[in-house]
């Protein structure tokens, strides 16, 4: 999923209604910062406006995430309490989404062990965590997480498929995160390779158990008798 590198404060009405929810107060700001762009330094949180003082803001949970308009017309992430937006993405992108995603919903109307989900679906995995995986798994034994808005808990597998704005949180600090609140099986999809590597986060978040290329068959103990070609996966 590819993720704005300045999504957190794109511009200063932006910045404006983040405060009134994260309850820095308008009060703060000018009218007249309105056109100015803004800057998010992430190591200190720290909201700065051009010739104006900086304001440091404390970390968003999901009571902030929830609160934010519905129409933004964009994909919104909370990771580790910093909110990234993400513009649409690519066809190949959706293409490729929609080859997985398929197969495996067919697969779930002749076996019907759990329901499949594609982005956008909120994933509530901690306080300042919330993630919109491409694609997710969840068997019948984790129903109880799934809620109108999307689901308070970790899914039985998670797909992400790279973009160069997303490939550094997918495998760092969100595989981290699927693993530690209990994810099993992470798929990572990288359209340029057109590989899919398989990590078994409840053995390992670090050693993949396959990378697949074009020429493999992709299974998984989660979906007893699914098999997808890599191949059509990525198929032009």
């Known amino acids: ?18 405060a009134a929810v994260i309850g820095q107060g308008r009060e703060t700001a000018g009218q007249e910062m309105r056109g100015d762009r803004a800057r998010l ?4 949180r720290a909201v700065s406006f051009p010739g104006m003082l900086t304001v440091k803001h404390r970390p968003l949970t999901v009571h902030d995430y ?13 990771i580790e309490g910093d909110l990234f937006m993400s513009p649409s993405p690519t066809r190949f992108h959706q293409d490729i989404l929609g080859r997985l ?23 509530t995995l901690t306080d300042l965590n919330v993630y919109q995986p491409d694609l997710c798994f969840f068997s019948k034994s984790r129903y109880t997480s799934l809620t109108d808005h999307g ?30 609140t209990g994810v099993e099986e ?4 990288d359209p340029v390779k057109r590989t899919i590597t398989v990590f078994q986060l409840s053995d390992s978040s670090t050693t993949p158990r396959a990378t697949l290329g ?5 299974t998984t103990p989660l979906l007893p008798g699914l098999k997808i070609k890599v191949r059509d996966v990525f198929a032009d």
């Open 1 to 18: 999923m590819p993720l704005a590198k300045e999504s957190l404060c794109p511009d200063a009405e932006t910045t404006l209604e983040l």
């Open 41 to 44: 330094d992430p190591a200190t």
């Open 101 to 123: 995603f398929g197969p495996i919903w067919a697969h779930l109307q002749v076996n019907p062990i759990g329901k499949v989900y594609t982005s956008p679906f909120d994933v």
């Open 66 to 78: 929830m609160q934010l308009p519905e129409d933004s017309g964009k994909k919104s992430e909370l």
């Open 151 to 180: 689901a308070d808990g970790a899914p039985d597998l998670v797909v992400e498929i790279l973009s160069p704005g997303s490939a550094k949180h997918d495998l760092g600090v969100k595989k981290e995160i699927y693993t530690r």
């Open 214 to 218: 074009v020429g493999k068959t992709l």
């Open 186 to 189: 992470f798929w990572c999809v």
